[in-house]
């Protein structure tokens, strides 16, 4: 069975810097898009960040966190740990945000949560100015 477990969220101020880490258990993945969603207060789920392997690897970055967060994926002892690092927070970053996991990653559906089939519970990030 497939876990993501994140962590890392919390309270900061405008400025700030946060990483967030996403444990991923219970199967290894060769071929994925790795992703950081996002669901801002009164707002619909937001595409953040992924990480593509597939022959390659390539990151991509919503253009609202460009510059400012960075996706990485690392594996060790047989689990994968999706990272994102978020530095410079605005107050408009606050949200719940979710890693999540497509295992048969098709370019197009990248941005799209519907192509994910695990997903972690989400941890909060609250930023303030």
């Known amino acids: 069975q497939v876990q993501l477990a994140e962590s890392g969220g919390g309270s900061v101020q405008a400025g700030d810097s946060l990483r967030l880490s996403c444990a991923v258990s219970?199967?290894?993945?060769?071929?994925?898009?790795m992703a950081w969603f996002r669901r801002a207060p009164g707002k619909e789920q937001e595409f953040v960040a992924a990480f593509r392997r597939s022959g390659g690897t390539h990151t991509y970055h919503a253009d609202s966190v460009k510059g400012r967060f960075a996706i990485s994926v690392s594996r060790d002892n047989a689990k994968d740990m999706v990272y994102l690092q978020m530095n410079s927070l605005k107050p408009e970053d606050t949200a719940v945000y979710f890693c999540a996991v497509d295992p048969r990653p098709i370019m197009s559906s990248l941005r799209n949560p519907g192509a994910y089939d695990y997903w972690g519970q989400g941890t909060r990030v609250t930023v303030s100015s």
């Open positions: 219970g199967r290894t993945f060769n071929n994925y898009h």
